[in-house]
């Protein structure tokens, strides 16, 4: 196959994928989209066979190879619970970390495959290329790699400091310039390695410091370099595809960045630089006064929500980790028959991952046309009889709007206090991530349901 | 003067960038995990530099240390292809059926 004519391949696998990210701007286009992915990559995989020409026995492990890794990913696809898809995402991004560092080694070892000169007489573009690809894959894999482990608990999620951490880490930052400059240079094979080895060290370091809190924006600030480093190798290889694909899934990661940062009203570099749930400690402490709250039961949440002509439901990641959504579910049917309007309220960092808590509730059969945000429901809640929380905490906090100490001051909140009556489900009076009292727990309209999300919500049903 | 053909490549690159901004800003946040996954198999598309690294110059040697590394990030790419658009279609699918019940 002529160079030309692939490359026009190249470029239409490279539209259907932006057609995939198109389709997502509704539910009902979505699934198409991801059609259009799937055919923009079968193309891309059989126009490289077809340009590459060689079927000898090579072509044979290539094909086992794929099958393998094709099995694997297919059987992880439909095993993995829903809850766990923060962890998945952050699984698949190490991978894709991880090829674009063997592809950069490969382009390393044999240039003359990618038509990129000799070994040692590298073109100096390619070279550049192909060392920015290998440092950002490595740094997307290692600290994937570490996020995975703090979303799987395997890992402590207390941000993990030590004196002289921001130094060391630009110092290593300089020395990848530096060496990227020295391996230009020298075409040392040596540098090479090198370079490799302190990015994969980086990209640890990076993620260490960050809190289990700030994991939505460490997920999506991944999947951003994930697509730089596949940008990277796509300039080396000269293809269209992988430079429009990466240009596409960086862009994507970073605005779920920004999203998520703006959800928590802090800067990305405060993120990024970490420590978190470190400095919120002493602020908790302060406050320990103790203050009358009201408690009940799942009868008296069951009386309420009867007499209640509108409810409107808080979920967060607590009810993920009750596994009450489907019990939740069964709940609003009940008391949808009972012609009480039912919506759901979402805050943008609810859950783990950007539009966690959505899937979460898609999966319990919650229509998705019920389902709102932040902005298009907080002023409902002024004339909702009942908001009924479940699981979440930091998101419907008052104190964001009222106290400039807070250190959550500022983030959008949902305002849950505006609503005539609050069923508040939780298991103790914690506090939640950020590590602050919830001014709502004391509110006159708020009634606590001291229990397990799931146990509450069922015995809210029986009572109904 | 002939224009480097890098310069044709950063074009690209660019106004990729510029597309997958306004195209992700169109994305609804309740599509924002799928939006995760699928943007997870796509950048797998760099199983095509795998594959060629596996393929080329093997010059009777199919295991050589570059064609190595090239299996390696094949099976790796296809994890992720395979499982990225899989779980994507599954998550959208559960979207799918509140539609019916409607």
């Known amino acids: ?464 | 003067m002939e224009i480097d053909p890098f310069i044709f490549r950063l074009s690209i690159f660019i106004l990729s960038i510029f597309i997958g901004y306004y195209v992700v800003w169109s994305v609804t946040p309740s599509l924002h995990t799928p939006l995760m996954s699928v943007t997870n198999a796509i950048s797998s598309v760099i199983i095509v530099g795998a594959i060629i690294a596996a393929l080329a110059s093997n010059e009777g040697n199919i295991f050589s240390s570059s064609s190595l590394f090239g299996y390696f990030a094949i099976a790796l790419a296809a994890i992720n292809i395979f499982g990225g658009f899989l779980v994507t279609q599954r998550m959208l699918a559960m979207y799918k059926k509140k539609k019916k019940d409607k």
């Open chain 1, 1 to 464: 196959m002529s160079a030309n004519l692939s490359a026009v391949f190249y470029l239409i696998s490279g539209v259907l994928f932006i057609l995939a990210l198109r389709g997502l701007s509704s539910p009902e286009t979505s699934r198409q989209g991801n059609l259009f992915g799937i055919i923009g990559m079968i193309i891309a995989i059989t126009v490289t066979f077809l340009s590459v020409g060689n079927f000898s026995n090579g072509f044979l492990y290539v094909f086992i190879f794929l099958i393998i890794g094709g099995a694997i990913g297919s059987f992880i696809a439909f095993k993995i619970p829903m809850t766990a898809m923060p962890e998945l995402v952050a699984g698949f991004h190490s991978l894709v970390g991880l090829a674009a560092v063997f592809v950069a080694i490969s382009a390393f070892i044999n240039p003359e495959a990618f038509n990129l000169g000799s070994p040692g007489k590298i073109k100096l573009a390619s070279l550049i290329e192909m060392s920015i690809g290998g440092a950002v894959g490595a740094i997307t894999f290692s600290g994937s790699i570490i996020a995975f482990l703090k979303l799987q608990g395997v890992m402590s999620g207390a941000p993990i400091t030590f004196k002289g951490q921001h130094l060391l880490n630009a110092l290593i930052l300089i020395s990848i310039f530096v060496l990227t400059y020295l391996l230009c240079a020298s075409q040392s094979s040596n540098l090479f390695w090198i370079l490799i080895g302190i990015s994969f060290l980086i990209g640890f370091l990076i993620i260490i410091p960050i809190g289990g809190a700030d994991m939505p924006v460490v997920i999506s600030m991944l999947n951003s370099y994930s697509g730089w480093a596949a940008a990277g190798i796509g300039f080396t290889l000269e293809n269209t595809a992988l430079i429009i694909t990466g240009a596409l899934v960086g862009s994507s990661g970073a605005i779920l960045s920004y999203i998520m940062c703006k959800g928590m009203n802090r800067s990305f570099f405060n993120v990024i630089l970490g420590g978190f749930g470190a400095t919120e400690q002493s602020t908790s402490n302060q406050n320990k006064e103790q203050r009358p709250v009201k408690s009940g039961n799942a009868d008296d949440a069951a009386f309420l929500m009867k007499n209640a002509s509108s409810v409107i439901i808080v979920p967060g990641y607590g009810m993920a980790v009750a596994q009450a959504q489907h019990a939740l579910r069964e709940m609003v049917d009940t008391l949808k028959k009972n012609d009480i309007k039912v919506s759901y309220a979402i805050h943008p960092v609810a859950g783990r991952m950007p539009g966690h808590m959505n899937v979460l509730l898609a999966e319990a059969n919650v229509p998705y046309d019920e389902v709102f945000e932040l902005e298009e429901i907080n002023n409902d809640f002024a004339n909702a009889d009942v908001a009924f929380v479940i699981g979440a905490n930091d998101v419907t906090n008052p104190v964001a709007k009222t106290d400039p100490q807070s250190p959550i001051y500022g983030m959008p909140v949902l305002d849950v206090e505006k609503c005539k009556s609050v069923l508040f489900v939780k298991r103790s009076l914690s506090p939640g991530y950020a590590g602050i009292d919830n001014d709502l727990f004391y509110k006159e309209n708020t009634l606590m349901l001291f229990a397990d999300a799931k146990k509450m919500t069922e015995d809210i049903t029986k009572n109904l």
